[in-house]
């Protein structure tokens, strides 16, 4: 999955960026108070992105 789409997918869904790390972005869903990070890959693994999907609690991202 691009991350682009993920990105677009976690705001969709309510979370918020919080900040730029070293490697990483960090969001944030206000709705159930919790905080995950995304890699700067230009391609995120569809495991990955289910994971950060279930960390903020988010709907998974379906597989294509």
């Known amino acids: 999955m691009k ?3 993920l990105i677009a997918y976690l705001i969709a869904h309510g979370c918020s960026f919080v900040r ?9 869903n206000p709705a159930v108070r919790r905080v995950s990070t995304v890699p700067r890959h230009t391609d995120i693994d569809d495991f990955l992105a289910r994971k950060i999907c279930r960390d903020l609690g988010v709907p998974e991202v379906k597989k294509k």
């Open 3 to 5: 991350r682009r789409a």
């Open 20 to 28: 730029e790390g070293a490697r990483h972005s960090v969001f944030f």
